[in-house]
């Protein structure tokens, strides 16, 4: 019976950290030029925070017997899997922003002058 309580304690800990953090995501949206898909995940992530929420206090305000609890435990893991992958869905946002510097870009970008590894300076003919 604790896994149970566990499982419910987790998803309001996961809605409390994804609500706070996941507001600096529109920032990053802001500077990225992702501002309306990141607008867009943080409402998809207010509303299955919503969800969370009433799975939590579905568990807290009910006597469930033993078939309750594991129709209430597949219902937290689908919950859980969605809200995790809306992780992956800003990742992939973010990282395919054109105003991001892939390390192909960055490293054709250097200059005379320019440090190369470790630090170290690079005379003018020399190359990496």
């Known amino acids: 019976m604790n896994f149970y309580k566990f499982l419910n304690t987790q998803i309001m800990v996961m809605v409390l950290l994804t609500i706070t953090t996941g507001a ?9 030029g992702t501002l309306m898909p990141s607008l867009i995940w943080y409402m998809t992530v207010l509303f299955l925070s919503f969800w969370g929420y009433r ?20 219902r937290a893991k689908k ?22 510097e892939h390390s192909e870009n960055a490293s054709s970008r250097k200059t005379p002058g320019s440090s190369g590894f470790h630090g170290i300076p690079l005379s003018e003919g020399e190359r990496i």
């Open 24 to 32: 600096w995501y529109i920032y990053m949206g802001f500077i990225y």
């Open 55 to 74: 799975l939590h206090r579905e568990f807290l305000d009910s006597d469930l017997n033993i078939q309750e609890k594991e129709d209430w435990q597949a």
């Open 79 to 100: 919950f859980l899997f969605i809200y995790f992958s809306l992780w992956t869905v800003i990742f992939l946002i973010n990282i395919s922003s054109k105003n991001i």
